[in-house]
């Protein structure tokens, strides 16, 4: 059968734990395993509880964080040296306040958030920096340095210009031109005095930076209108050299006369080009009868000629005529060979006269191509001349526009520059301050509110974040999402941690009820096998897990005794060939056991260990064998499984941990179904993965995985509310009940065989 229900996610096709029924509104935990429980169908999401148990788990990472940011930021507040900020106001001017200011003259006026933030960014250029550095008195300047005399630089030392760039603000107000310069320093007189300097040397470079421009575009338009007058001087030069090499004084009246000659050639050259396609078509008709053998004289325009119009004529009256005679005389008659001859006579002058016409043809053809290609190039001639009369018009005025245009620039340079020149020294700034900046009376930083809340929110920040990196980087599987989510596997159960006892009393622990939330998992368990027809049915289990210690045996055998409580006849069968657990967990003998039975032959019923617990038989391993693969796979032992199969109502095989050795995988044919043990936070889950892998390519069901080892405070928030201690009066009030219930199908419990 296959197993494809456990790949990946919960069966699709049933509800509960992988398809068991109706299990799924029960589940473990207060949202299920997922909001709904497994019946919903969908793969398992993390929710808010599974990360508030990582937050819980790790909350000394949180503590620690806290207090080392927070101490931190105390310290940093308390003792940083304090700094004053002084502050002036100084507005820009949206137009140019200049007397001659124009359209033109954009440099010194703010249009849009661009211009704005071109003077922001003038405010915050290195220019103004060395502007106030050079107005700096030297009293002011070795009182500028003095808090920073023992500050350590890995630079070199502190420059005044790099300590201006770095503590100055600029702070433009929203909605407005007005812009806030400030400037940090220790000593609040002085944070004063260079917030003043940036900014009048802000206005004053501005206003520099405008003379400055607008002499410079002074001098070059003055350098463009000299081109400019040379450029329209060479063109007027040019023209009157053009006119005289190409004679272009009356170009307007050659054109016209060039065009009528023109017409009238081309009138002439499309009358003898009929002429020439007429005689053209009457050769070509000469020349087809010619190869087709047929008579020239059936061709119209030869047939319409006089002298051979009068010998067809001729020759058709003579032909009448002997066929006349013909009737009277014979052929030798002096009269027939009169007229014969006639005819003959006649023929050869119709050939004649038909040679003469063709020839009188030939010549006109001849005369006819000559005058049409005479007229063809006296047009083309024609044409050439007066295409080079126009290229020569085209030429000179293009030097006509040109030099229109030129004439033009130069105007609106000269008037440009002479505008420019007179507004020079009209030039005023464009901003003006608003508010002197004074030495301010208390300090603006550190701000301890800031500081402290910073270090408060931040420390708690930080220690989240690192809970939650320690938390995803934590590759051990340790929740529902990491069974079902990632390795595949529908959860079956939750088995509490059980504190100070040895392994004997663990493996006994349902049977000595030494822990009620223990022996209620166990019961759990059983409950959800019974929900499933496959797993009810199911008589052979095989309880494995990925690596050793995980509490595999611990498993097996407190879950056959919960089977054999619940009236069930269960056979607890030591399938670790390797390292042997179950008799000396149950402090039994294991000098006789399967071993005997497979290698020697020795009776079944010898080596079952009869009545250990009320329904309980165990079947020890006998010892440990060197060839454990050979005696799994041999006929005897699957013999063997076959005949408990018959006496038994559970079989729960304890086999060896998949990872370590494949004895498992042996076991996996004579399986009715597998269950996955996992220790909590202990197996990474990328090893979990692979291993299940194997399991599913044996197509033996598996029935789900049971998580071990858990503490109970734990499984209280991360699975079964049925775990929590609030329910310990529960089970407490229970247990008589129950006990009741059982011991009419149930002997009384005896004590283990030794």
Same mark, same amino acid.
């Given at each position: 059968?296959?197993?494809?229900?456990?790949?990946?996610?919960?069966?699709?096709?049933?509800?509960?734990?992988?398809?068991?029924?109706?299990?799924?509104?029960?589940?473990?935990?207060?949202?299920?395993?997922?909001?709904?429980? %497994?019946?919903?169908?969908?793969?398992?999401?993390?929710?808010?509880?599974?990360?508030?148990?990582?937050?819980?788990?790790?909350?000394?990472?949180?503590?620690?964080?806290?207090?080392?940011? #927070?101490?931190?930021?105390?310290?940093?507040?308390?003792?940083?040296?304090?700094?004053?900020?002084? !502050?002036? /106001?100084?507005?820009?001017?949206?137009?140019?306040?200049?007397?001659?200011?124009?359209?033109?003259?954009?440099?010194?006026?703010?249009?849009?958030?661009?211009?704005?933030?071109?003077?922001?960014?003038?405010?915050?250029?290195?220019?103004?920096?060395?502007?106030?550095?050079?107005?700096?008195?030297?009293?002011?300047?070795?009182?500028?340095?003095?808090?920073?005399?023992?500050?350590?630089?890995?630079?070199?030392?502190?420059?005044?210009?790099?300590?201006?760039?770095?503590?100055?603000?600029?702070?433009?107000?929203?909605?407005?031109?007005?812009?806030?310069?400030?400037?940090?320093?220790?000593?609040?007189?002085?944070?004063?005095?260079?917030?003043?300097?940036?900014?009048?040397?802000?206005?004053?470079?501005?206003?520099?930076?405008?003379?400055?421009?607008?002499?410079?575009?002074?001098?070059?338009?003055?350098?463009?209108?000299?081109?400019?007058?040379?450029?329209?001087?060479?063109?007027?030069?040019?023209?009157?050299? %053009?006119?005289?090499?190409?004679?272009?004084?009356?170009?307007?009246?050659?054109?016209?006369?060039?065009?009528?000659?023109?017409?009238?050639?081309?009138?002439?050259?499309?009358?003898?080009?009929?002429?020439?396609?007429?005689?053209?078509?009457?050769?070509?008709? !000469?020349?087809?009868?010619?190869?087709?053998?047929?008579?020239?004289?059936?061709?119209?325009?030869?047939?319409?000629?006089?002298?051979?119009?009068?010998?067809?004529?001729?020759?058709?009256?003579?032909?009448?005529?002997?066929?006349?005679?013909?009737?009277?005389?014979?052929?030798?008659?002096?009269?027939?060979?009169?007229?014969?001859?006639?005819?003959?006579?006649?023929?050869?002058?119709?050939?004649?006269?038909?040679?003469?016409?063709?020839?009188?043809?030939?010549?006109?053809?001849?005369?006819?191509?000559?005058?049409?290609?005479?007229?063809?190039?006296?047009?083309?001639?024609?044409?050439?001349?007066?295409?080079?009369?126009?290229?020569?018009?085209?030429?000179?005025?293009?030097?006509?526009?040109?030099?229109? $245009?030129?004439?033009?620039?130069?105007?609106?340079?000269?008037?440009?520059?002479?505008?420019?020149? =007179?507004?020079?020294?009209?030039?005023?700034?464009?901003?003006? !301050?608003?508010?002197?900046? #004074?030495?301010?009376?208390?300090?603006?930083?550190?701000?301890?509110?800031?500081?402290?809340?910073?270090?408060?929110?931040?420390?708690?920040? $930080?220690?989240?974040?690192?809970?939650?990196?320690?938390?995803?980087?934590?590759?051990?599987?340790?929740?529902?999402?990491?069974?079902?989510?990632?390795?595949?596997?529908?959860?079956?159960?939750?088995?509490?941690?059980?504190?100070?006892?040895?392994?004997?009393?663990?493996?006994?622990?349902? =049977?000595?009820?030494?822990?009620?939330?223990?022996?209620?998992?166990?019961?759990?368990?059983?409950?959800?096998?019974?929900?499933?027809?496959?797993?009810?049915?199911?008589?052979? &289990?095989?309880?494995?897990?990925?690596?050793?210690?995980?509490?595999?045996?611990?498993?097996?055998?407190?879950?056959?005794?919960?089977?054999?409580?619940?009236?069930?006849?269960?056979?607890?069968?030591?399938?670790?060939?390797?390292?042997?657990?179950?008799?000396?967990?149950?402090?039994?003998?294991?000098?006789?056991?399967? &071993?005997?039975?497979?290698?020697?032959?020795?009776?079944?019923?010898?080596?079952?260990?009869?009545?250990?617990?009320?329904?309980?038989?165990?079947?020890?391993?006998?010892?440990?064998?060197?060839?454990? /693969?050979?005696?799994?796979?041999?006929?005897?032992?699957?013999?063997?499984?076959?005949?408990?199969?018959?006496? %038994?109502?559970?079989?729960?095989?304890?086999?060896?941990?998949?990872?370590?050795?494949?004895?498992?995988?042996?076991?996996?044919?004579?399986?009715?179904?597998?269950?996955?043990?996992?220790?909590?936070?202990?197996?990474?889950?990328?090893?979990?993965?692979?291993?299940?892998?194997?399991?599913?390519?044996?197509?033996?069901?598996?029935?789900?995985?049971?998580?071990?080892?858990?503490?109970?405070?734990?499984?209280?928030?991360?699975?079964?509310? %049925?775990?929590?201690?609030?329910?310990?009066?529960?089970?407490?009030?229970?247990?008589?009940?129950?006990?009741?219930?059982?011991?009419?199908?149930?002997?009384?419990?005896?004590?283990?065989?030794?």
């Amino acid at each position: 059968m296959k197993n494809d229900y456990v790949r990946g996610a919960p069966d699709p096709n049933s509800g509960g734990y992988s398809g068991y029924g109706g299990y799924g509104s029960n589940s473990y935990s207060d949202g299920g395993y997922g909001a709904g429980g %497994y019946g919903a169908g969908g793969a398992p999401q993390r929710s808010f509880k599974d990360y508030f148990l990582m937050f819980r788990e790790r909350v000394w990472y949180l503590i620690v964080a806290f207090f080392i940011i #927070f101490s931190g930021s105390i310290l940093y507040t308390f003792n940083k040296t304090k700094v004053y900020t002084a !502050v002036a /106001t100084v507005q820009l001017l949206r137009d140019d306040p200049s007397a001659m200011a124009s359209a033109e003259m954009e440099m010194n006026q703010i249009r849009s958030s661009e211009d704005l933030n071109t003077q922001i960014s003038v405010l915050n250029s290195g220019a103004i920096v060395q502007g106030v550095e050079r107005r700096l008195q030297d009293d002011e300047r070795e009182r500028f340095m003095a808090p920073y005399a023992d500050v350590l630089s890995f630079t070199g030392p502190l420059s005044p210009a790099a300590l201006l760039a770095q503590n100055r603000r600029i702070m433009p107000q929203r909605g407005t031109l007005m812009i806030g310069v400030g400037y940090n320093h220790p000593d609040p007189v002085i944070a004063a005095r260079v917030a003043n300097l940036f900014a009048d040397e802000f206005i004053n470079y501005n206003l520099t930076l405008n003379i400055d421009g607008s002499m410079k575009a002074v001098e070059d338009l003055r350098i463009r209108a000299d081109q400019q007058k040379e450029r329209v001087e060479e063109l007027e030069l040019k023209m009157a050299e %053009y006119r005289e090499d190409n004679n272009a004084v009356s170009l307007d009246s050659q054109e016209n006369i060039a065009g009528t000659q023109l017409s009238t050639l081309n009138t002439i050259k499309l009358e003898n080009k009929n002429v020439y396609d007429n005689l053209e078509t009457r050769m070509g008709l !000469v020349e087809t009868f010619r190869r087709e053998g047929r008579n020239l004289w059936e061709l119209s325009f030869i047939a319409e000629e006089s002298r051979v119009a009068g010998l067809l004529d001729r020759i058709s009256g003579v032909k009448i005529g002997i066929s006349s005679s013909s009737k009277r005389y014979r052929e030798k008659h002096p009269v027939m060979i009169e007229q014969l001859q006639i005819l003959q006579e006649s023929e050869v002058e119709l050939v004649t006269a038909v040679k003469d016409s063709i020839n009188k043809l030939s010549s006109a053809f001849a005369e006819s191509k000559n005058n049409f290609e005479l007229a063809s190039q006296r047009l083309a001639e024609k044409e050439a001349e007066l295409i080079e009369l126009s290229k020569t018009r085209v030429e000179y005025s293009s030097l006509e526009r040109e030099m229109d $245009v030129q004439q033009g620039f130069l105007q609106a340079l000269v008037g440009r520059m002479t505008q420019e020149r =007179a507004a020079v020294n009209l030039k005023n700034p464009n901003s003006r !301050v608003i508010d002197q900046a #004074f030495p301010p009376l208390r300090h603006s930083s550190p701000n301890i509110a800031m500081n402290l809340a910073a270090g408060f929110f931040g420390g708690l920040a $930080v220690g989240a974040g690192l809970i939650f990196a320690v938390a995803f980087l934590d590759d051990r599987v340790k929740s529902v999402f990491d069974i079902e989510g990632t390795i595949g596997l529908s959860m079956l159960g939750v088995v509490p941690r059980i504190k100070k006892l040895d392994s004997s009393s663990k493996a006994q622990a349902v =049977a000595s009820n030494i822990d009620r939330h223990v022996t209620e998992s166990f019961r759990s368990i059983h409950s959800a096998l019974r929900l499933s027809d496959e797993s009810r049915h199911a008589k052979v &289990l095989v309880t494995t897990s990925t690596v050793p210690g995980e509490g595999k045996s611990f498993i097996s055998s407190n879950l056959a005794l919960t089977f054999a409580n619940h009236g069930e006849k269960t056979l607890l069968l030591d399938g670790d060939l390797r390292l042997p657990n179950v008799a000396r967990s149950l402090q039994l003998q294991n000098d006789f056991g399967l &071993l005997d039975h497979i290698e020697k032959g020795v009776a079944l019923d010898e080596v079952i260990l009869k009545e250990v617990y009320p329904n309980l038989d165990v079947l020890p391993s006998g010892g440990k064998s060197k060839n454990p /693969t050979q005696v799994l796979n041999s006929a005897r032992f699957e013999a063997m499984i076959a005949d408990l199969r018959d006496r %038994y109502d559970r079989i729960v095989i304890d086999s060896p941990p998949l990872a370590a050795v494949s004895d498992v995988l042996n076991l996996l044919p004579l399986a009715d179904g597998v269950l996955y043990v996992i220790k909590f936070n202990t197996v990474k889950r990328k090893t979990a993965v692979v291993n299940v892998r194997r399991l599913w390519e044996s197509n033996t069901p598996i029935f789900g995985a049971i998580l071990n080892n858990i503490s109970s405070t734990l499984a209280s928030y991360y699975y079964s509310s %049925y775990s929590d201690k609030a329910y310990q009066d529960y089970y407490i009030s229970q247990d008589v009940e129950l006990e009741d219930e059982l011991a009419g199908s149930v002997e009384p419990e005896m004590e283990p065989r030794s």
